[in-house]
């Protein structure tokens, strides 16, 4: 009688092993939408980058803390560039304070475009979704 009952007491443990070694399901993240742009109006060349991060920008006194970032090609297509970031939920906390930021760089690295104000998402009554006017880069 034993042997029927280690089946039914191992499968229900099995299941929940596996489980919990799922990856996160997209509820388990947050999405924030990124409008990127500039104000010149030229076409880039192909061979630029476009990169958008989100990043904890609660510490004064330390690097920003990247916890989502995106990079695409642009290869020649014109503003505005649109992006959707997925950010952990057990990466965020209302306490702190998250700031989305691009930049564009040239097929050598260069910077050609970056944000140069705070666009704040996700706490604090922030957005999800932001729109970045990158400023040029001499």
Request: charged residues 20%.
């Amino acid at each position: 009688m034993r042997l029927f009952l280690a089946p039914l007491v191992l499968a229900p443990a099995l299941l929940a092993a596996a489980c919990s070694s799922m990856p996160e399901s997209p509820a388990a993240s947050t999405q924030v939408q990124v409008t990127a742009t500039y104000r010149e109006r030229i076409m880039l060349p192909p061979g630029h980058v476009l990169t958008v991060k989100v990043e904890d920008v609660s510490r004064a006194d330390a690097p920003a803390r990247v916890l989502a970032e995106t990079t695409q090609r642009l290869d020649g297509r014109g503003p505005p560039y649109a992006v959707t970031l997925s950010v952990p939920n057990d990466k965020i906390d209302s306490r702190m304070e998250y700031a989305a930021r691009a930049e564009i760089r040239d097929p050598s690295g260069a910077l050609r475009f970056t944000t140069d104000t705070r666009h704040s998402v996700l706490t604090r009554g922030a957005p999800n979704s932001v729109e970045i006017v990158m400023v040029g880069v001499r």
